[in-house]
């Protein structure tokens, strides 16, 4: 039962990456200032540090919710360093996993793949932990596309 729930929280935290990333591509093809193809091209300038080995990860501990402002945007990518990303950490008062709060075993890392046209971007998320003498992972992939012509 240990496994399975584990699992299934490892299951939810990638899909929250998958969700997020999702997101932040909407945000810049639909509000972006000039067009929604310059839109499209900042976003994956702004994942281009997921391209490299070791992913990226990004950090929305300090998002203020109650910020119109399109506060998505305002959460960069970050590279992960050659060691991996970090552990994510869980806040026991917020319920949430982020990295502020105790260590949770679950590292998580964004990656991604240019797609077969400029169009489209392949990306994966995928999330580890130990569990006695095992080492376990679990990664979902989702192709995103520049949806508005």
């Known amino acids: ?3 399975a729930k584990k699992k299934i929280l490892a299951g939810y935290l990638a899909q929250e990456a ?8 909407d945000t810049y093809v639909i509000y972006h200032a000039t067009s929604a193809t310059a839109g499209w091209n900042e976003f994956k300038t702004n994942l281009a540090s997921c391209e490299l080995a070791p992913g990226c990860y990004y950090n929305a501990d300090n998002l ?4 119109n402002s399109q506060p998505v945007l305002d959460i960069a990518f970050q590279a ?11 806040d026991p008062t917020s319920g949430q996993y982020g990295y502020t709060g105790q260590l949770s075993g679950f590292v998580r890392k964004i990656r991604y793949v240019a797609g077969a046209n ?3 971007v392949k990306i994966f998320s995928t999330v580890s ?9 679990i ?7 520049n949806w508005v012509e």
């Open 129 to 137: 932990w130990k569990q006695g003498s095992g080492n376990y992972d």
């Open 18 to 25: 998958v969700e997020f990333t999702r997101n932040k591509r």
């Open 1 to 3: 039962t240990g496994y």
């Open 118 to 120: 400029p169009n489209e």
């Open 80 to 90: 992960c360093p050659s060691g991996g990303c970090p552990e994510l950490r869980y």
């Open 139 to 145: 990664e979902l992939s989702e192709l995103l596309f």
């Open 64 to 67: 203020n919710f109650t910020d």
